[in-house]
Each structure stands twice: as structure tokens, then as C-alpha cells.
């Protein structure tokens, strides 16, 4: 299997490139911020619970991540491999990741994150917020947001740099560029 995380702050495109990968190298996209999304939409036990979290721009609690991989990995046991984007998010659910691939005799295969600075994360965030309405694009909540980044995700750089799987691309320029400096990295 491969199993890519594409890594890095709120606003630098993780999502967007997580899709054109999946789709070029036939695996399954798995974004949390999706799932939630999803959940809080259709107002289900879930999105009751974590709506007022996500509108904070606050972590979801650790567990109920697991819990929530775990049954979308299983729905696809045959896949060749997974793109994971959003998460993992903190020590914690990278280590529960790692032993859940254990589990299905995988790996994390690579980790690549997109450098993009604070200014230009901060004006693609209050655009998006004018096309799609996202309740947490906010100026108050970005901010929240990329704190929440700096203290409870940016450690996960450290660890995967200790396992060799931590690849940076400069994720600033047209999304076809960036899309190609991936594929780079991940055909190497
Ligand atoms: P962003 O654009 O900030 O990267 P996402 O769309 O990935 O945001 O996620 C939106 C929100 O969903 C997050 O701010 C957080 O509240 C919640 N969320 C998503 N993934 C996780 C995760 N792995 N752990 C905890 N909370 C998460």
C-alpha cells in the first residue's frame, strides 16, 4: 500500500492537491475536515458534537478521530493505499494512525507539507470565506486556527522527520506547478 499525508497550516491547499493525487494515483482521499463537514450537514450525533468545536476553530478531541478513520478504512480494505488531508493533527492521533497501520500490516508511507507563509494563508482563507461561507474562515477563528496549527500540529514535523518521511514543497504558485512538484516527490 501507499498511504501519503499531505501535510501543512489551514489555507495552504491540502485539500485541493489531496484530490488531483488521489485521483492520478487511484487512492482514497480521506479528509477529516470533510467528514466533519459532512457530519454537522446532515446534523448527526457526531456534527451535534462537534459543530460549536469547529466553529471555534478548536481541535476535535483525539478519540472520536480514531473512531472515525477506523470505520472509513474499513469501508475500503482493497484500496491500493489512502491520501490523508487534515489529519493527522496531533501526537496523538499520528501515533494512533501509525498503530491502526500496524494493524492492516501497513505503513505511512511519506508525508509531504505545503510551504505556504502566514500573510498569504491568512487573504486565501478571508477569500474562501466569501465563496464558500465556511462559518470557521472568520478572521477571528483564522487566527484561532493557525495558533491551534502552530502549537498542536507543527510538532508532527519532528516526528516524522525522526521516521524519514518528511518532504517539504513550496506550495505558493498555480496549482498545476505545485501539483507537479508533488507527483516529483512522490514518484522519487
Ligand atoms: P483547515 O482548512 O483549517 O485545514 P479542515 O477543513 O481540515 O481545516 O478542518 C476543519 C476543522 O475540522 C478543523 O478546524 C477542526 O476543528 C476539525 N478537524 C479536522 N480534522 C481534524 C483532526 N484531525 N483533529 C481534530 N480536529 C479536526
Known amino acids: 500500500m501507499f498511504n501519503l499525508i499531505i501535510f501543512g497550516p489551514p ?16 487512492l482514497i482521499h480521506i ?6 463537514r459532512n457530519e454537522i450537514r446532515n446534523k448527526t ?6 459543530k460549536s468545536i469547529t466553529e471555534k476553530g478548536e481541535l476535535v478531541p483525539d478519540e472520536l478521530l480514531i473512531e472515525i478513520l477506523k470505520s472509513v478504512m474499513d469501508k475500503h480494505k482493497e484500496t491500493k493505499g ?12 499520528a501515533e494512533d494512525l ?3 497501520m500496524k494493524e492492516e ?7 509531504i507539507a505545503l510551504d505556504v507563509h502566514e500573510d ?9 470565506a466569501k465563496e464558500t461561507g465556511r462559518k470557521d474562515d472568520t478572521e477571528e477563528v483564522i487566527q484561532n486556527r493557525l495558533k491551534v496549527y502552530h502549537k498542536q500540529t507543527k510538532p508532527l514535523i519532528e516526528f516524522y522527520e525522526k521516521q524519514n518521511k ?3 514543497v513550496h506550495g505558493v504558485g498555480s496549482i498545476e506547478d505545485i501539483f507537479n512538484e508533488l507527483c516529483e516527490v512522490i514518484d522519487s
Open 11 to 26: 489555507g495552504s491547499g491540502k485539500g485541493t492537491q489531496s484530490i488531483k493525487i488521489a485521483e492520478k494515483y487511484g
Open 31 to 36: 479528509s477529516t475536515g470533510d467528514i466533519f
Open 45 to 50: 450525533e457526531i456534527g451535534l458534537k462537534v
Open 82 to 93: 489512502f491520501v490523508f488531508d487534515g489529519f493527522p493533527r496531533t501526537i496523538v492521533q
Open 98 to 100: 501509525d498503530n491502526l
Open 105 to 111: 500490516k501497513s505503513s505511512i508511507s511519506l508525508v
Open 120 to 128: 498569504e494563508l491568512v487573504t486565501r482563507l478571508l477569500n474562501r
Open 166 to 168: 518528511f518532504e517539504l
